[in-house]
């Protein structure tokens, strides 16, 4: 892990989402340098405090590239390149495209899934990270050890990390952000449009139009590039919504009462389902994977997790004697542990370690 004594951040970017990061990190303890292609956006970075310093640091333990979706790969490149025992992450909302492209052992994808509606540095907020989701994406060319850094790093600025594929990442978000930004936009352009009116639209929106269309006032400029490359993803989804607006729109032209009520009643139901902030495990236990040496084996261990809804609270690897694979240190919630550990074993991973509190 790294030490408290030198730790060390680059973040390429310093917008709004390098900005925070930059922030979270200097508040712990970390000395950050900064990039951007916009002085003057990083010196405004520099005296909101988001970096310590301007320009590269080839001695970083961790680099976050956090620039539009269509520059990323050409970025993380060059960093590996500069510094060469970073971690490297990226905090773009498309995955696959760009895991595939770069496919270095020290680069993992990743997407915090946070923001605001706020634009540029001016929005930084160093708590924009705290109890929210962050997905990590390994593949099969992961370091393990880079990978339990940037987990271990990713936790103490207070997310909770979620590891996936970059295919499913791909496939869920385009449900989940991607869409719903679609459909804020279309909402406010629609009653933007009726320009007679627009003036007593504005005085009769109430919470639920203000609601739905906050995200439209995010920054439009990171989504042609996110569109255009989670395109399969994002048509899809809008197929469906088509149809199921469609019935929708039956139903009211039928009168028919009970099916209005019952699309109503269901989303009703599915949105109180909906996760609050995380909260402390009541107890942990500790699981000890050997770690096959084997391309994907760690990435099919973390996505073994996301799939059955248990989550890693910390990870570190056991390095063998003499060399070899090693094994995973998993902490997690005590309730999901023995599931988790069957499932590894169905999947010929051998767990060495349990603790008697793996129960329920």
Known sequence: MVGDHQKRAWIVGVGLIGGSIG????????????????????????????????????????????????????????????????VVSDVSGVKQAICESVGHERFIGGHPMAGSEKVGIQ????????????????????????????????????????????????????????????????????AGEQAEEFAEILMLAAGGFRDMTRISSSDPGIWPDICVENKSAIVDQIDQFVVRLSSVKGAIVKGDREAIFNELARARAKRDLLPTKASSPASTAHLLVQLQDRPGALAEITSLFAQMGVNIEDISIVHAPGGGAGELNLELDARGAQSISQALVDRNFVVSSQLPDCEN
């Open 23 to 86: 922030k979270a990190l200097r508040s712990r303890g970390w000395m950050v340098s900064g990039t951007d292609t916009e002085t003057s956006a990083l010196k405004e970075a520099q005296e909101l405090g988001a970096v310590d310093a301007l320009g590269p640091d080839p001695t970083c333990q961790v680099c976050f590239v956090c620039v539009p979706s269509s520059r990323v790969v050409e970025v993380v490149n060059e960093v590996l390149q500069v510094a060469t025992s970073a």
């Open 123 to 190: 929005g930084a907020d160093q708590n924009m990270f705290d109890g929210r989701t962050w997905v990590l994406t390994p593949v099969e060319t992961t370091s393990p050890d880079c990978y339990a850094r940037l987990h271990s790093i990713v936790l103490s600025l207070g997310a909770k990390v979620l590891s996936m594929s970059p295919s499913r990442h791909d496939q869920l978000v385009a449900t989940v952000s991607h869409l719903p930004h679609l459909l804020s936009g279309a909402l406010m352009n629609q």
